[in-house]
């Protein structure tokens, strides 16, 4: 395929994004969280090119944005593709964006070009797949799977509960549901991370979104006076948790040396009574750990309790780690790997497999249904950042892909079915 000559529009791909990214908080670029006026907006930008692609939009109890194309044969179910359109603060203008922008596009081209499908079809925008005011992500995910948390509703902000904030996206919070008719859904996202761009390949396709495993430490040690306590007779907090830092960062890049993807980091840190003269008495950490196989967490927690013990005898202090939470790696779909993959080969673009070390909404659409994702590079690996910036040109080759493989699992699924009534 000539990458400037795809079966989808690129030029209104472009656009669409770009107008989205419009959509900002003044002097705040890219800013549209969810549940603020200027989501709505954005939605209701959607809403807009949704019914101009022949798909007839609404809001599902769960908040999403759902844009349904009636296919010829409604009983065999619903293809769906999607993303999210809400960013973090001072995010980037593609993350999610892309992958919403993307399916629409693949569906204004099944339209243009006159071709029905046998599935129904359905374009999603998901709720607040971000990290949201209420402190909590991938909330429109989690309705349409059927798992999010009761108690989340009453979480409050400023007067407003997340309860209150679904009904304003025209969902309905008194209703628990969980779909059943989805028979595939995939995903476009960039990578946001370096892989792609360095190795020159253009497609991702996504074997497992790793779990994600918090673990909180407390290191208490002794306050005593920086100026008189003599060196060989303290228990500094500080300083174990040093120690204890480096260590992560070396059994982390051990773990990583692997095939399978793992990654940890020490992404809070704070100390007591942090001050000049003072020797630190109490340390706290967060330690986040991103790993494909689930028995890789679990190794790398027992490897941390000996090198805590190891630096607790060795330094006077006490240290102690707490688990806070535990996701489980997700894996994708093997039968829409193999479909996506062989479809980016036959267009002739380079691609490899890899895992998704963030997470994202196809980790609770898979859940009720087959999911599938592919990432496309992004420039540096950026994201979560105003510069993250992926080409127009990789954006169309990975709605290409989609459309292709829409197509096909139409087709496939469809004689499948046929097959098993018969």
């Excluded at 107008?19 to 969810?34: C, Q, V």
């Excluded at 360095?198 to 497609?203: G, N, P, T, V, Y």
């Excluded at 960062?249 to 980091?265: D, I, N, P, V, Y």
């Excluded at 196809?362 to 080409?391: K, N, Q």
Aim: with cysteine; proline share 4%; charged share 25%.
């Amino acid at each position: 395929m000539n990458r400037r000559n795809f079966p989808v529009s690129a030029e209104r791909i472009a656009a669409d994004i770009d107008a989205l990214a419009g959509l900002t908080e003044p002097g705040r670029p890219y800013t549209r969280r969810a549940f603020t006026p200027l989501h709505l907006e954005g939605r209701s930008f959607l809403f807009d090119r949704f019914r101009m692609a022949g798909l007839v939009p609404h809001v599902d109890e769960g908040g999403n944005l759902i844009g349904r194309r009636t296919g010829k044969n409604p009983d065999l179910g619903t293809l769906m593709l999607g993303s999210h359109s809400d960013t973090v603060p001072d995010g980037g203008r593609f993350d999610g964006i892309a992958g919403v922008i993307a399916a629409l596009e693949v569906a204004r081209t099944l339209f243009e070009q006159g071709i029905e499908l046998e599935h129904n079809l359905e374009i999603v925008d998901f709720l607040a797949e971000e990290v949201s005011i209420f402190g909590v992500s991938c909330i429109g995910s989690r309705a349409m799977a059927g798992i999010r948390p009761e108690e989340w509703l009453s979480r409050e902000v400023d007067g407003q509960t997340l309860a209150d904030g679904i009904v304003r996206a025209g969902g309905d919070p008194t209703t628990h549901y969980a779909r059943s008719d989805i028979r595939a859904f995939l995903e476009l996202h960039i990578e946001q991370g370096p892989v792609l761009e360095a190795e020159r390949l253009s497609i991702g396709v996504v074997t497992a979104i790793a779990g994600i495993t918090r673990i909180e430490v407390k290191i208490e040690g002794r306050a005593d006076h920086a100026g008189t306590t003599p060196m060989d007779r303290r228990a500094d907090a500080l300083v174990a948790a040093s120690r204890f830092v480096l260590d992560i960062e070396a059994l982390a890049r051990t773990m990583a040396s692997g095939k399978a993807h793992f990654a940890a980091t020490v992404g809070e840190f704070a100390m007591l009574p942090n001050a000049a003269n003072v020797v630190p008495s109490h340390v706290r950490l967060l330690i986040d750990i991103r790993a494909e196989r689930p028995a890789d967490a679990g190794i790398f927690a027992s490897a941390l309790r000996r090198t805590a013990a190891e630096i607790s005898a060795g330094s006077g202090t006490a240290i102690a780690l707490n688990p806070i939470s535990e996701a489980a790696a997700v894996p994708m779909n093997s039968y829409l790997q193999d479909v996506l993959a062989d479809i980016a080969g036959a267009i002739g673009e380079g691609h490899r497999r890899l895992a998704s070390g963030a997470g994202h909404d196809a980790a609770f659409l898979a859940r009720v249904a087959p999911a599938g994702m592919i990432f496309i590079p992004c420039r540096g690996g950026r994201s979560h950042a105003a510069e993250e910036f992926a080409e127009t040109d990789d954006i169309a080759l990975g709605a290409s892909v989609l459309l292709e493989t829409v197509k096909r699992l139409d087709k496939e699924m469809s004689a499948e079915t046929a097959a098993e009534r018969h």
